[in-house]
């Protein structure tokens, strides 16, 4: 009965202890500081997301122009009655002797 009595006694005492806080206030020229800071912050991140999408285009487009010229290639290739590579890859391969398959290590 003894340790009830004094833990209530301790919580209404902690509780009359809150009631007496008071609210704090603080200087104009710290909420002027942190405004600002979250503001930087923000135009940082704003910087940092429009390189983030300029790249993820660029590698959109570079991934596009891959599969276009691929298609291309082939379909020109098929069209032409070969399975080889198309006559401009051929010309490319002739012209750097790529033809062979000897390998000079």
Not at 26 to 53: P, S
Not at 70 to 76: D, E, R
Request: glycine content about 4%; aromatic content about 12%.
């Amino acid at each position: 009965m003894r340790k009830n009595n004094e833990a209530e006694k301790f919580a209404e005492e902690i509780l009359r202890s809150i009631d007496t806080i008071q609210p704090v206030e603080v200087d104009d020229f710290l909420f002027t500081r942190v405004q600002n800071r979250i503001n930087t912050k923000l135009h940082r991140r704003q910087g940092q997301m429009r390189v983030f999408y300029r790249l993820s285009m660029a590698l959109l487009l570079f991934i596009v122009l891959n599969g276009a010229t691929y298609y291309f290639l082939t379909k020109t290739a098929t069209r032409a009655g070969n399975d080889h590579a198309a006559s401009g890859l051929s010309a490319f391969a002739e012209e750097y002797k790529m033809t062979q398959n000897s390998y000079n290590y």
